[in-house]
């Protein structure tokens, strides 16, 4: 028979991939490998058999523990497979959708949007994803976001925020700020004014809108043909795609010009 070549044993199966992304936490017993893949003894045993023939992990003091060549292997792994996994949980979501506006240093670092779910409106609801919005506004003690399109409904629900002491930073791309200057000039002179509220200028129209809070992400973004989708958000509740969402925002920021006073037509970006 053929011995499997390293990446083979690693990648097509996923009893040792999980194993190996298990013992990168640290040792651990059979009981604990049993219990964490839900399987038996004489289920698990051949593929631990299999990982120790080929140096990946090694028994000792009753534990099983990953070899040096093992942790260098799975720790250069981890990211190509969280990666794949991101883009292939919703593929027609990501093939149809214009990611040139996620910055190169995101997009290498996708794979750590963990746990998201697509969520859509639809005949029974057609106003979901504002809803969806919505709620995050109205239920988040930090709030971070970024804009691309317009929604009457967000100066009002940022206007609240700012109201409550939210902590709240908005970025918006110059085409979206030049609008609202026009119609929500006094809207956009309190919000400024609030201690809390910070509000920023983007001098470039960007292909994406996404909001972030302490405890959620969310991303909308246009389709391939310019559209945007208004009705598609991708949410994550994820700790890790938190944090992404917290950078992409970061990134954003650090290029934009803060407002620190109402802006006269004149001074439009």
């Known amino acids: 028979m053929v011995r499997k070549s390293l990446f083979d044993l690693v990648t097509l199966s996923g009893v040792r991939r999980d194993l190996l992304f298990y013992l990168d936490e640290g040792p651990k017993s059979l009981s604990d490998i049993k219990e964490y893949l839900n ?9 631990l058999k299999e ?19 093992g942790k260098t292997i799975i720790t250069n792994f981890r990211p190509f497979f969280e990666t794949v996994s991101v883009f292939e949980q919703e593929s027609d979501f990501w093939n149809e959708h214009d990611i040139t506006s ?8 996708i794979g750590e949007i ?12 057609i106003n979901r994803t504002n809803t969806e919005v919505a709620n995050l506004f109205s239920n988040s003690s930090n709030i971070f976001g970024v804009s691309c399109v317009f929604e009457s409904n967000y100066p009002q629900i940022c206007l609240n925020a700012a109201r ?18 026009d119609a929500y000039k006094d809207e956009i002179k309190e919000f400024i004014k609030s201690p809390n509220a910070e509000f920023y ?6 292909k994406i809108s996404h909001v972030v809070t302490d405890n959620c992400m969310l991303l909308t973004m246009f389709y391939k043909n310019n559209k945007f989708d208004a009705h598609t958000n991708l949410v994550s509740y994820d700790k ?25 037509h004149s001074k439009k970006f």
């Open 102 to 109: 996620i910055p190169n240093e995101l997009l290498l670092r």
């Open 201 to 206: 200028v983007l001098d470039e129209n960007i």
């Open 164 to 181: 409550t002491n939210v902590p709240i930073s908005i970025v918006l791309s110059k085409n979206i700020f030049n609008y609202v200057l």
């Open 51 to 69: 990982l120790i023939e080929r140096n990946l992990i090694l028994f000792e003091g009753k534990k099983y523990h990953l070899t040096p060549m």
């Open 39 to 47: 399987t038996t003894s004489p289920e698990v045993s051949p593929r």
């Open 240 to 264: 890790s795609s938190i944090n992404w969402g917290k950078d992409l925002f970061n990134y954003y920021k650090l290029k934009a010009t803060k407002i620190n006073e109402m802006i006269t």
């Open 114 to 125: 963990r746990n998201y779910m697509l969520i859509e409106d639809d005949i029974n609801d």
